[in-house]
């Protein structure tokens, strides 16, 4: 069931009006009109969708579920109130900048906050239809708040996981309903990435899954299927790659300035590999390479580097910390760190 989308004019709006109860979806983004267009079996679209954890990621999704009108209302839920606070501060800033660049109206901002449910009562999110969960890589907490949540949400509820690196078919038994369980990777920053990968496990109900991924389309996103194995597709490809130019650190095959020169000037690359592992947090690629080798240590694509364990040690965390494999100043790369 592909969505896709055009811009309506004045015309084909009023005929997308029409037509809407044959399986159209109308919703007004960034000042332009849009039709939907479904598959007419079911509907992809839910009612109430709830949101676990406002941090980085889950602060965009929240954002741009209620920003796509698609919802009645979004349950944003965080345990604590100083993290509810700042994942509205975040989408709150979020709204503004559309504000102050006109991508947005005043009233497109106020209506997509006051569709958003801020709360810490985890009772909040029993009659969702839809749970993304975007809390922090770490399976025991996880393995607790959907034991809570399967438990209490009606049994109709979809659950879906933004993880990047951990099991969903593990997560899906966690929740005591494995066909009501799918994976949605998001991108940061959410709001600007396009690509969501939706992962099935074999025990995911192809009605469920196929919800999930019209939803994706539904808030303006665009959707990629795939199984459940590491990484998904995007960090199956691209972990091994960072891995591999760090392990020709290792052999000292070749510098790091020229081993990403190579790459953004052979291959066409917009930043090397060792870049981009700066920028992305070698803590992260650290983290994804370590469960991976724990739990497939016969996969030869899964390795851990010398050059990684040593940053690590060292707390050379890329970006985040000002050095990496580079010398960084905020967001400004430097020179190469050795």
Not at 13 to 29: A, F, H, N, P, V
Request: glycine share 10%; charged share 25%.
């Amino acid at each position: 069931m592909i969505c896709s989308s055009i811009t309506a004019s004045s015309a084909s709006l009023r005929q997308g009006l029409i037509s809407m109860s044959r399986g159209l979806t109308l919703q007004k983004i960034g000042g332009d009109w849009t039709v939907g267009v479904r598959g007419l079996a079911s509907s992809s679209t839910f009612d109430t969708v709830g949101v676990v954890g406002l941090g980085l990621m889950g602060h965009g999704i929240c954002q741009m579920a209620a920003a796509s009108g698609a919802h009645s209302s979004i349950i944003a839920y965080e345990a604590e109130q100083r993290f509810l606070d700042k994942g509205k501060e975040r989408i709150e800033g979020s709204m503004n900048k559309l504000l102050s660049k006109g991508k947005i109206t005043q009233e497109e901002a106020d209506s997509t906050l006051g569709r958003i449910n801020f709360t810490t009562d985890i009772t909040a999110l029993k009659d969702v239809d839809f749970v993304v969960e975007a809390v922090i890589e770490n399976i025991d907490l996880k393995k607790d708040l959907y034991g809570n949540l399967g438990s209490m949400c009606k049994p109709e509820t979809i659950f879906a996981s933004n993880t990047s690196s951990l099991s969903i078919t593990e997560m899906a038994h966690m929740s005591g309903r494995p066909e009501n369980f799918v994976g949605v990777h998001f991108f940061n920053p959410v709001q600007l990435m396009k690509l969501v990968e939706v992962i099935k496990t074999d025990l995911t109900d192809p009605v469920v899954f196929d919800k999930a991924y019209n939803w994706v389309g539904d808030i303006g996103k665009v959707a990629v299927s795939c199984r459940d194995t590491p990484g998904f597709i995007v960090n199956r490809l691209l972990i091994p790659n960072l891995t591999q130019a760090m392990l020709m650190l290792d052999r000292g095959d070749a510098s790091i300035k020229d081993i990403d020169i190579s790459m953004q000037l052979g291959a066409g690359y917009p930043m090397g590999p060792l870049h981009l592992a700066d920028y992305v947090g070698l803590d992260t690629c650290f983290y994804i390479i370590e469960g991976w080798t724990d739990k497939f240590p016969d996969e030869p694509a899964f390795v851990m580097p010398e050059i990684l364990k040593e940053k690590m040690k060292k707390g050379d965390l890329g970006r985040k910390t000002g050095k990496g494999f580079y010398l960084w100043d905020g967001d400004k790369r430097g020179d190469p760190a050795i």
